[in-house]
């Protein structure tokens, strides 16, 4: 669920360490960030380094998994179980979707929203350096920004989960 709402990449899920995972404070978050010692983790490139809002049905699956995602950690099971999941589940557009593609979606989302591409780029972890025509990725929005838009954008959280 949380690469439905929030546009992480697979990795940035399934590799993220338990200290990732930012429930005290005031807009809970992940922390998206290059990780030394033995659960070392790369991180795509340096504007894929960013704090992901959690809300709604991320902030639900963070509280259940507070303590990372040990099964899917450094493996290579997560696509193949959590597009069987999102399938069983009705919770993709189509037969062809992918876990992959949820991340696509939610730009999509974003960019009907916002109507501005960069926007939905900026949440991504992308470089919008080339969208904005500067040299640096512009006036990033702060947390705080990001926790609304991703709150305009939520799915509600089912009753199970709560």
């Known amino acids: 669920m949380i690469s439905t709402e929030t546009g ?3 990795s940035e899920v399934h590799d993220l360490p338990a200290s990732a995972f930012v429930l005290d ?15 070392r983790r790369e991180i795509k490139n340096s504007a894929s380094v960013c704090l992901v809002p959690l809300v709604g049905v991320t902030l639900a699956a963070a509280k259940r998994h507070a303590d990372e995602f040990p099964r899917h950690r450094g493996k290579n099971n997560y696509s193949g179980t959590m597009t069987t999941y999102l399938r069983s589940n009705d919770l993709l557009s189509s037969v062809q979707h992918m876990i992959g593609g949820v991340r696509h979606t939610w730009e999509s989302r974003i960019l009907d929203v916002t ?3 960069d926007v939905g780029r ?3 972890g992308h470089s919008v ?3 904005r025509g500067s040299p640096d990725h512009g006036d990033a929005m702060d947390l705080a920004q990001r926790q609304e838009l991703a ?3 939520m799915m509600p959280v089912p009753d199970h989960w709560a």
Do not use: D, T, Y
């Not at 404070?25 to 659960?39: I, K, S, T, Y």
């Open 129 to 131: 350096k080339v969208i």
């Open 8 to 10: 992480c990449r697979q």
């Open 122 to 124: 900026e949440m991504m």
């Open 151 to 153: 709150l305009s954008l």
């Open 115 to 117: 109507k501005r591409m």
């Open 25 to 39: 404070h005031p807009v809970r978050h992940l922390q998206l960030a290059f990780e030394q010692g033995e659960n």
